[in-house]
C-alpha cells in the first residue's frame, strides 16, 4: 500500500500538518512552523513528523521545535532536504549534530531520528533503518571515539573511515 508524503509548514502556518494526519501521510515534512494546534494534530497519529534542520539552519528560519514534539511523546525524523535553493547539504552527520546541539536532541534521539524514523518515514523500515537479519546492511565504521556521545558533537571532524552499502565496502 502507498501512503502519501506531505511537504509542508516550511516558511509559515499552512495547515499541511492537519491535511497530512486526515489523509494518513507517512510523513510530514518540514516542521519549522509547528505549534501546539500541529503537535496536537499528530499525537497518537501514524504520520512522522520529518524535521530538516539544515534547511532551518541554511535560510534562517525558526528550528522546528523537535524538544516539545518528542516531550508529547511523538517519534521524529530528521533528513537533511539536501537541495540547492534551501539545503545544499546532504551530510548526514551535520544534521545529526544540528539536532542534537540546536534543537536539543539527545545524541540517542538523533541517531534514531536519523536511521531508524528516518527508515519509516521514507516507507522502508523493513528493509532498512537498522542492523539486523535480513536488512539491507548499509552502514559506516568509525575512527575510534572516547563515547557515541562523541559524534554528533563533533561537528566538523570527519570521523568515518569505512562506507559499506549492500554488504559491500565501497570505501
Known amino acids: 500500500m502507498v501512503f502519501p508524503k506531505i511537504h509542508a509548514n516550511e516558511m509559515g502556518f499552512s495547515g499541511g500538518v492537519q491535511t497530512g494526519v486526515k489523509y494518513n501521510a507517512l510523513s510530514g515534512d518540514h516542521r519549522e512552523s509547528t505549534g501546539e494546534e500541529e503537535i496536537e494534530a499528530l499525537a497518537g497519529t501514524e504520520t512522522m513528523p520529518t524535521l530538516l534542520p539544515g534547511s532551518a539552519f541554511f535560510l534562517g528560519l525558526p528550528d522546528p521545535p523537535a524538544r516539545r514534539m518528542i516531550d508529547r511523546g511523538l517519534a521524529v525524523a530528521m533528513a537533511s532536504d539536501y537541495n540547492p535553493g534551501s539545503s545544499p547539504s546532504g551530510n548526514m552527520k551535520l544534521i545529526m549534530s544540528l539536532g542534537t546541539v540546536k534543537l536539543r536532541m539527545t545524541p540517542e534521539e538523533s541517531f534514531n531520528a536519523v536511521t531508524l524514523n528516518a527508515a519509516y518515514a521514507m516507507g522502508i523500515s523493513e528493509t532498512h533503518g537498522s542492523i539486523a537479519r535480513g536488512k539491507v546492511a548499509n552502514l559506516f565504521i568509525t575512527r575510534e571515539m ?18 559499506i552499502r549492500k554488504g559491500k565496502i565501497i570505501c
Open 146 to 163: 572516547p563515547s557515541f556521545y562523541y559524534f554528533p558533537y563533533a561537528f566538523g571532524s570527519i570521523l568515518v573511515e569505512k562506507v
